[in-house]
């Protein structure tokens, strides 16, 4: 009888010793981190940057297509510097093939770097980034749909995880009076975008558009929001110069010049 209890005890112990191992597999497994460059940002981010193999939610700050389309080019830069090395290739599931390609390519994810996966429907838009990510070869994964419940972020979540594959879910307004980020979701951090007025300039011209960046909410951190200029040709994102500094700096050329 004796004997029997040791030899459930050792089972037992080895057992638990398992689940610990499969519990813990996923937080101890080293996984890239892309980071922002700006130090402002990053140390607010509990992993210095975005986790590489990952869910990450971006939604519009309103119900607007100058909102929207900040959204769209902020997850747009990300891509395009997760595929920046050669042969990096974005996919983008989507059901309506409404993307602004010359706008994208202004961010740096150009036609050489996306390929476009259409969808009759979010269900299928779903399926197919998860498809995407499973296979492990695409540099970033975005989908951008209306309804995503909590299993389906679930299960993008696993699939990003086995893939190593970051996945970007756009997250598009149904009705202007509900946040789309209110639905619940297991993704690592949850992003609002919106555009603010550009820094005004020293002299006559359009300044470089700034976005609102407002994270709501990720795993491990705080909650925070700030102003930066938006993705330049290689998809990295600013912060504003003060409109005085940039006043010294084109004194400086002039000077130069003469």
Known sequence: MLAATAL???????????????????????TEVLPFGIEVLDDRLAGGGLDAAALHEVSAGSPTLGDDAAATLFVAGIAARFAEQPGGTAVWALTRLDLYAPGLEQAGLGPDRLLYAEARDDVMALALAEDALRDGSFAAVIAEVKVADQTA???LQLAACDGATPMFLLRRWRKTARDPLDQLSTAMTRWRIGCVPSVRLPHAGVGRACWSVELARQRGGNPFSLIVEACDDTGRLALPAAASDRAIAADRAANQAA
Do not use: F, G, N
Request: no cysteine; charged share 40%; net charge positive.
């Open 8 to 30: 459930a005890d050792t089972d037992r112990t080895r057992l638990l010793a398992q689940l610990r191992a499969q519990v813990d597999a996923p937080s101890s497994r080293r």
């Open 153 to 155: 972020t679930r299960r």
